[in-house]
């Protein structure tokens, strides 16, 4: 069983619509959980980041930890069609940075 | 603001050939990690250098070897090539120098097609 396990989707939802990306992990240890976002052929990009429990906003992104379920969610309100990547979360505990397997989101216009 | 680079972007070897993936982290960056993404798969963690000391290692195959040198940039060595190590090679750059290195910021990739 992997340590990350992200569902792969695809999703794909309309423009405007709220959108809801998870993860569940298995190792206490992690502490920082980060969210990316890559786009067809480049690099990951770092959205967000948060430390043990507890909830992050930045504009349309919200990031949510939950340390006793092992849970962590990404939610993107009013998506955009520029928002269409995979988006992969991340976890590490001391220095290995871990990832889910990204799920593809696509925004339809 | 500057990024990670890395070099060369795309790279075409044959079976048993060598290559060398470079990677040139952020200004003031004393932090490399190596990932290795294959196709429709998530990155899988290489190896990582700390001042130009190895400081974790994943899953490198022993044919792979990897340096960080004193201007920081860094050098994914790999020889013998097979045509599984076909993949995107990520490089990321951190600084611990304010603290944990949570944020990892990921250069553009190498894309390595061994044929």
């Known amino acids: 069983q992997k340590e990350v396990e992200q569902d792969p989707g695809p999703l794909s939802v309309p423009e405007g619509a709220i959108v809801s990306l998870n993860c569940t992990y298995s190792?206490?240890?992690?502490?920082?959980f980060m969210w990316y976002r890559q786009y067809s052929r480049k690099g990951p990009e770092l959205l967000m980041y948060t430390y043990s429990s507890g909830n992050k906003e930045d504009g349309r992104f919200t990031a949510q930890v939950d340390k006793s379920s092992k849970y962590i969610s990404l939610f993107i309100r009013d998506s955009q069609p520029s928002d269409s990547a995979t988006y992969l979360c991340?976890?590490?505990?001391?220095?290995?940075?871990?990832f889910g397997q990204g799920t593809r989101l696509t925004i339809n216009p | 603001a500057a990024g990670v680079i890395q070099s060369p972007r795309h790279l075409i070897k044959e079976k048993r050939e060598t290559a060398t993936l470079k990677c040139y982290p952020i200004p003031r960056h004393d932090t490399v990690y190596w990932y290795q993404q294959g196709p429709g798969q998530d990155p899988q963690f290489l190896i990582s250098f700390y001042e130009k000391m190895q400081s974790d290692k994943g899953s490198i195959p022993d044919r792979f070897s990897a340096q960080q040198f004193s201007d920081y940039h860094s050098e994914l060595n790999m020889s013998s090539l097979e045509l599984g190590d076909s993949a995107l090679y990520f490089c990321?750059?951190?600084?611990?120098?304010?603290?944990?290195?949570?944020?990892?910021?990921f250069g553009p990739g190498t894309r390595l097609t061994v044929t």
């Open positions: 991340a976890m590490k505990g001391a220095q290995k940075l871990v």
């Open positions: 990321a750059s951190t600084t611990r120098r304010r603290g944990p290195s949570y944020e990892q910021y």
């Open positions: 190792n206490s240890a992690f502490q920082y």
